[in-house]
């Protein structure tokens, strides 16, 4: 059974965030820490920081979550991430993914 994930993408502490919804979340995450598409949103304002992420079993309840975050104020979402995540920390940071590796390969 796959599992979907719906994240949060920021460029600092209460800085620019994005909202999305993938079934592989490394992979995203690579995707925006690589700016594999520099003219999006993500890659534009750099951010490259996974601050908070939620998993779920179905895609139908992870994309109405995502929907439904993106209509809350911007106080919402960041009390959210700060409840699991007070200091913006990189969650992705131990993921043993070799960006700069791959990075210099391109």
Known sequence: MNCW??????????GVIYIGVTDNIEER????????RPNAF???YNCNNLVY????????????REKRFKKWKREWKVRCIEEMNPSWMDLSMNWNLDYKRIRNER
């Open 42 to 44: 993500t890659a534009r």
């Open 53 to 64: 992420f939620e998993e779920f079993d179905n895609v139908d309840e992870a994309i109405l």
């Open 5 to 14: 994930y719906v994240y949060i993408m920021a460029n600092k502490p209460n």
């Open 29 to 36: 995450i690579k995707e925006h820490k690589l700016k594999i």
